[in-house]
């Protein structure tokens, strides 16, 4: 298995600079690795690589979310 990468660039969707967002800590389950990094405007940018309703369940709330098996 591929490991994901530590960081990940996007455009900023408030001001279009670019911001990179950095892989958060997980556990050993592989079907979601989480990201978050903030622009230089102040706004968060959230990510995720993985299992489909595990990313959309992050995005959707990424500041209490948890995941669980």
């Known amino acids: 298995m591929l490991k994901a990468p ?8 408030k001001c279009a600079k ?12 592989s079907h979601i690795q989480p990201y978050f990094g903030v622009c230089a405007c102040g706004e968060p940018k959230h990510h995720a ?4 309703d595990a990313v959309e369940s992050y995005l959707a709330a990424p500041e209490g979310w948890t995941h669980h098996h």
């Not at 530590?6 to 455009?11: N, P």
């Not at 670019?18 to 389950?29: D, G, I, N, T, Y």
């Open 6 to 13: 530590r960081t990940l660039t996007f455009k900023c969707a």
């Open 49 to 52: 690589i993985g299992q489909k």
């Open 18 to 29: 670019a911001v990179q967002v950095r892989l958060q800590k997980v556990s050993a389950c």
